[in-house]
């Protein structure tokens, strides 16, 4: 009997050696063992498939996959103030692979309950939890697989405006998952500074801020007001 397989795991899952088995969509791949290697928190596979190479000859492959489920952020963007509210909190991955403090400044979101849950939903409950605002209309962006060799993970990415009308509880992260997080409100001038000098790492919440100048709420965003250039 291995958890996660036959058994359920600590977060309920059985059938975890199943993924990709029953994949049709690609008549060049063909599944041959999914072995599970590690069901703790997230889960860790490696599948043995054939691969038909572009010139017709098959190879058998082995990949190992990190899934830790999908996720989904969100821009809260104001756009009258010229501001984004952006958090900041501890994230030890970042901090073991050389980031000084690891203290990352990032768009809020977090991982779907399961893969029955709508990313706006999940993203809905994540900026609630993390920065206390209660959004209206969400804008659907784009998804993204954010690192596609390795992890399985496709973020949602969406955006929506946020102001003093949209604060409704305190914010900071859930207590009881250890989360303790800072909001932190940008002139988005400010931010996009902060991705030049290395301030701000992370790719979900650079997409985001990269959008929003180019096509989003702040396209055509000029010179600072009052400032000579
Ligand atoms: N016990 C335990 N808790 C964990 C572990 N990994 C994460 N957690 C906790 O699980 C919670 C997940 O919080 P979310 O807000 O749902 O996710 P996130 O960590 O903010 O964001 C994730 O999704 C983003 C996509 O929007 C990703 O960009 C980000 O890297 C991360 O994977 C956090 O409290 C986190 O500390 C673990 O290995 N063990
Ligand atoms: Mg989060």
Known sequence: ????VDTPDRRGRTGLDRAGRELTGNPRVEVRDVRL??????????????????????????????DRGNG??????DAARETVLLTRQFRF???????PDGMLVETPGGVLDDEDEHPEVAVRREVVEETGHTVGD???VFDMYMSPGS???????????YGPSTRTHAGGG????????????????????MIRSGEITDAKTVLLLQWAVLEG?????GPKRGTAR
């Open 72 to 77: 989904a952020t969100v821009l809260l963007y």
């Open 138 to 140: 969400v804008q659907h």
């Open 174 to 193: 859930l207590d009881e998952e250890g989360e303790d997080i800072e909001i932190l409100e940008l002139p988005v001038r400010r931010a996009l500074e």
């Open 151 to 161: 992890v399985t993970e496709r973020v949602s990415f969406y955006a929506a405006a």
């Open 217 to 221: 709420p702040f396209a055509g965003l």
């Open 1 to 4: 009997m291995t958890a996660g």
């Open 93 to 99: 991955p970042a901090y073991v692979n050389g980031h």
């Open 37 to 66: 290697l590690s069901s703790h928190w997230y889960v860790e596979r490696t599948t043995t498939f054939d691969f038909q190479r572009a010139d017709g000859t098959w190879s058998t492959q082995e990949r190992e996959t990190h």
